[in-house]
């Protein structure tokens, strides 16, 4: 099963590649639900779509991709990860994320911070009116996935469940 911060052996058992976000809703009851599909490889060259390159360029660009893998969303392999409450959530384009060394964080693509810019961030924006028993169980969870980065504070554990997504 997969878990927060923990290496996700499961994760990457088909392929070294972060999970997909498939969906993410919030609903009036403040409860986020975030659906990822773990990546899976493909063989290697396959799907090699030439046309959207210039001709002059087309055996360079054979050359380079003959030797990599096309990596899918595995619809075998859906997990539903839901907050029942948070106090803040984002979602950022994974390619606009800096890395920062002072962060404190466990974990490989599911990932729970010790400590963060977030966590020290929301402090100055939310008013909090929680007491101090429900504020020692809030933490911040990272999903990380190839194309998003998904922040969440809660003062609740997320359940993580595999689903069918049915799609073939």
Partial sequence: MLAFGTDNEKITANSPNAPFLLSMTDNSDNELSIII??????????DLD???????NVDRVKEMLIESYPVYEDHEQVYRIH???YVIYQCRNESYTCWDDSEVRKGKYL??????????????????WDDDETKSKRKHYG???????????S??????????????
């Avoid at 911070?113 to 977030?118: A, C, Q, T």
């Avoid at 999903?143 to 969440?152: A, G, M, P």
């Fill in 50 to 56: 030439l046309t959207l390159y210039p001709s002059e």
């Fill in 37 to 46: 599909a773990l990546a899976k490889k493909g063989e290697k060259g396959e």
């Fill in 83 to 85: 907050f029942k409450d």
């Fill in 111 to 128: 990932i729970i911070f010790e400590k963060s810019n977030l966590l020290d961030y929301y402090e100055s924006v939310l008013f909090d």
């Fill in 155 to 168: 003062n609740t554990s997320p359940i993580i469940t595999k689903i069918h997504s049915g799609l073939s």
């Fill in 143 to 153: 999903i990380y996935t190839e194309n998003h980065i998904i922040d969440v504070i």
